[in-house]
């Protein structure tokens, strides 16, 4: 087995996947006009319109209501992608802070309110 996505519903995938265009660096592809995908290396993170879980009825994932998963990249050097991605940042949970286990951490929501951790692990 091998973990395809996380896909992300909302309202507003232009809006979201504009943001994280500027939190990857990549392009989203767009099949269509309810779906974006940005593909990294090692997974995908997927943005969706609600249209794309109307079927699901009351079960429905619901846009902006995530408060137990954190999208998480790793990165080379957490300080630097924070100044580069300061302007779009509007909230920031955490600025740039050496964990107890070693990791380099920055966490900020996305503007849906879903929350990202841009990391680095310790030289070893």
Same mark, same amino acid.
């Given at each position: 087995m091998e973990l395809a996505s996380i896909r992300i519903?909302?309202?507003?995938?232009?809006?979201?996947?504009?943001?994280?265009? =500027?939190?990857? #660096?990549?392009? $989203?592809?767009? %099949? *269509?006009?309810?779906f974006a995908e940005l593909r990294t290396t090692t997974g995908t993170v997927a943005i969706a319109?609600?249209?794309?879980? =109307?079927?699901? #009825?009351?079960? $429905?994932?619901? %846009? *902006?209501?995530?408060?137990?998963?954190?999208?998480?990249?790793?990165?080379d050097d957490v300080d630097a992608e924070f100044e580069r991605l300061r302007d779009v940042l509007d909230d920031v949970t955490l600025p740039p802070t050496t964990m107890p286990w070693g990791n380099r951490s920055t966490l900020f929501r996305d503007p849906d309110g879903n929350l990202v951790n841009l990391f680095s692990r310790p030289a070893t």
């Open positions: 519903i909302t309202h507003d995938v232009d809006r979201l996947a504009r943001f994280y265009e =500027a939190v990857t #660096g990549i392009t $989203a592809t767009r %099949p *269509a006009p309810v319109s609600t249209a794309t879980v =109307a079927m699901l #009825g009351d079960h $429905a994932p619901k %846009p *902006a209501s995530n408060d137990s998963i954190i999208i998480e990249f790793l990165v």
